[in-house]
T-cell receptor, first 114, second 111 residues
Framework: DAGVTQSPTHLIKTRGQQVTLRCSPK?????VSWYQQALGQGPQFIFQ???????QRGNFPDRFSGHQFPNYSSELNVNALLLGDSALYLC?????????????FGPGTRLTVL | QKEVEQDPGPLSVPEGAIVSLNCTYS??????FMWYRQYSRKGPELLMYTYSSGNKEDGRFTAQVDKSSKYISLFIRDSQPSDSATYLCAMSAIRDDKIIFGKGTRLHILP
């Protein structure tokens, strides 16, 4: 049973560029959440996708956008990259309607902005 | 005041000792309480979850929630070097999709 997978593993970009990160949820899961984890900090919620729509959003600017595909996989797009966007980006999958908010995390994509 | 406060450590204890990790929080709407373990350069892995107040035990791990004090704890018995990792407390409210994390406590178990 494959867990949550993310690609790429590492990415280096320069300020002002755009980036797309990808996530495939755990088998049987239909909901994908994205988190940003800066060095030495806990993950911060960016947004969640369910039924191909953004269901909830954290305190992140519109430069952060996403998409969910019919097969439940998801993309995170970040435009006009800033140095402060350097972080580990985590994808978590879950099953809508489960008894508690259990989210399974992928290994993350480490983004470095120069 | 941050919603979830957690001492970042590092915390170093000898192998076999009992480890106590804890977090405080301010949002009384939190009902689900979780502990995640994160090894270096890996994603967080769910260790324990508790709904509302009370204790939960799973092998060497015990999670405690005291909602009256807004305080949660994770105890690790007979600690092993393989327990060395960052431990993140996390919480969410009912019908809220986002999980709020603490900063994480770096734990080192010394052989």
């Amino acid at each position: 049973d494959a867990g949550v997978t993310q690609s790429p593993t590492h990415l280096i970009k320069t300020r002002g560029q755009q980036v797309t990160l990808r996530c495939s949820p755990k088998s049987g899961h239909d909901t994908v959440s994205w988190y940003q984890q800066a060095l030495g900090q806990g993950p911060q919620f960016i947004f969640q996708y369910y039924e191909e729509e953004e269901r909830q959003r954290g305190n992140f600017p519109d430069r952060f956008s996403g998409h969910q595909f019919p097969n439940y996989s998801s993309e995170l797009n970040v435009n006009a990259l800033l140095l402060g966007d350097s972080a580990l980006y985590l994808c978590a999958s879950s099953l809508a309607g489960s008894s508690y908010n259990e989210q399974f995390f992928g290994p993350g994509t480490r983004l470095t902005v120069l | 005041q941050k919603e979830v406060e957690q001492d970042p450590g590092p915390l170093s204890v000898p192998e076999g000792a009992i480890v106590s990790l804890n977090c405080t929080y301010s949002n009384s709407a939190f009902q689900y309480f979780m502990w995640y373990r994160q090894y270096s350069r890996k994603g967080p892995e769910l260790l324990m979850y508790t709904y509302s107040s009370g204790n939960k035990e799973d092998g060497r791990f015990t999670a405690q929630v005291d909602k009256s004090s807004k305080y949660i704890s994770l105890f690790i018995r007979d600690s092993q070097p393989s327990d060395s990792a960052t431990y993140l407390c996390a919480m969410s409210a009912i019908r809220d999709d986002k999980i709020i994390f603490g900063k994480g406590t770096r734990l080192h178990i010394l052989p």
